[in-house]
């Protein structure tokens, strides 16, 4: 396939393909790793599946070589590490049969064989451009189902319809895929995935095929609409169902309801996320998706305009449904759910100031950071501002963001000046009002009436 980039593996993985063959195995290159390198895009992952050889066989000649430890429950699974050039693990596995046992992602019953044949093996993938394997040895791609091809059309189909559906995951799956690689579902493909019970799944899962979207698209909301249009938005985020009946000023919001302007704002958000760490890139995403959830509630027909009063507060209560519904809480150290709740509810908050600006103080900014994180919220608002059609401008949220970073507030509030220990060292006896002198200095601090550790203490002697 020479119109297609090669895939160039690391030394390790090159090192398994020849332990493996040498002892008489057939070694690929499966999955996501292959259409990534055909697209052009880097790889990061590295799966292996062995044909032609049992599984202690397998696991001798990678022990040879590596680390290797055994995982899976019903078939085969070798974690191997310490690979020259691979961070990390890499999995490699004996091709195997799937069966459906019952319901839900769980509900499948695989069992390895070694000596199935190639298409055999490659029909249980969720998808033709996931169904390609490239042979380590001869560096051949092995494409029965023309996974190429559809990225070359650029198509998600399925590998076997009758089949398909044993998984519901998958059609969360194909709205992340075409969300990714920006890719149009085939009609049957996108038949299978509207019939799919994704009610069955757990939160975990759901939510991890979202995050997908959200983060690695670069336009997330071809993901969304795709759910919505399948009918399978209601299943797994039914809070977000009444903003495609929510009406908008079309003064103010030219392109159309609440979910639109949803969508358009969830593409601009993922253009401002990069430098952010994931779990505050995370924050945002979930923050511009969960915006307008209050809209719903709060929108009326008043003096010949439709307005929204209050919707930021009103949005508070439907995103925890949500984030419960996706058992959303921390992320590696991070409140995740406490900075999503509070960038909706302050998520106006930066166009207010500019708008007031002339009486904003550095107090209001400070007392802000306490709640949420302004540099995230900077974007939601910026998110939200030119999420729409028509010529909006951001200007109150970049003159916000320099208040902020001149204020030094990005992250937190400013640390207080005084803990409890300076107050008693005034000879203050232990007690509630040792903390009622620290909370009004602290006040004051952030007011700017007092600046310095000296000013601080007298502040407390007063």
């Not at 980039?5 to 390790?12: A, I, K, M, Q, Y």
């Not at 950071?369 to 998110?383: G, I, N, P, Q, S």
């Amino acid at each position: 396939m020479p119109k297609h980039r090669p895939l160039e593996v690391p030394e390790g993985v090159a090192a398994c393909g020849r332990a493996l063959g040498q002892a008489g195995g057939r070694v690929f290159v499966v999955g996501g790793a292959v259409r990534d390198a055909m697209l052009g895009r880097a790889v990061k992952d590295y799966d292996l599946e062995v044909f032609g050889l049992p599984a202690e066989a397998v696991s001798s000649a990678l022990g040879a070589i590596a680390r290797v430890e055994p995982a899976g429950d019903s078939f085969p699974v070798f974690k191997v590490a310490g690979l020259p050039g691979v961070e990390g693990q890499i999995d490699v596995a004996l091709p195997r049969r799937d069966s459906k046992k019952g319901p839900g992602h769980r509900g499948i019953d695989a069992v390895a064989d070694p000596f199935m044949s190639i298409e055999d093996a490659a029909r249980r993938r969720d998808f033709t451009i996931n169904a390609m394997m490239f042979d380590l040895v001869t560096g051949a791609v092995e494409d029965p189902f023309g996974g190429a091809q559809d990225l070359d059309l650029r198509v998600l189909r399925v590998v076997d319809a009758s089949t398909f559906g044993d998984d519901p995951l998958r059609a969360l799956r194909a709205a992340q895929f075409a969300a990714r690689f920006e890719l149009k579902v085939e009609p049957e493909t996108a038949r299978l995935c509207a019939s799919m019970p994704l009610g069955e799944l757990p939160a975990e899962r759901i939510f991890g095929e979202i995050e997908k979207a959200l983060l690695q698209a670069r336009r997330p909301s071809i993901a969304f609409a795709l759910l919505f249009e399948w009918g399978q938005l209601a299943a797994i985020a039914p809070e977000l169902m009444p903003l495609a009946t929510t009406p908008q000023d079309p003064e103010w919001h030219p392109e159309g309801d609440v979910w639109i302007h949803t969508l358009l704002s969830l593409d601009v958000a993922r253009g401002l996320i990069d430098d952010l760490d994931a779990p505050r890139a995370l924050a945002v995403m979930l923050g511009v998706l969960c915006h307008d959830l209050g809209k719903p509630a709060t929108t009326k027909f008043e003096d010949g305009r439709i307005r929204s009063r209050g919707h930021e507060e009103a949005g508070v209560e439907p995103t925890l449904a949500l984030l419960g519904r996706w058992n959303v809480h921390t992320r590696d150290s991070f409140p995740l759910r406490d900075q999503v709740v509070a960038l909706v509810k302050d998520h106006l908050k930066p166009g207010a100031f500019y708008q007031a600006r002339a009486e904003v103080g550095a107090g209001a900014i400070r007392r802000l950071a306490r709640r949420v994180e302004t540099d995230l919220l900077y974007r939601v608002a910026k998110a939200d501002c030119l999420g729409r059609t028509g010529n909006f401008s951001p200007v109150a949220m970049e003159w916000f963001i320099e208040e902020v970073r001149r204020l030094a507030v990005e992250r937190r509030a400013p640390l207080p000046l005084l803990l409890g220990r300076d107050i008693l060292g005034l000879g203050v006896t232990p007690g509630p009002r040792v903390g009622r002198i620290l909370a009004e200095v602290y006040e004051q601090q952030l007011d700017s009436k007092v600046q310095t550790r000296d000013e601080a203490l007298e502040a407390a002697r007063r």
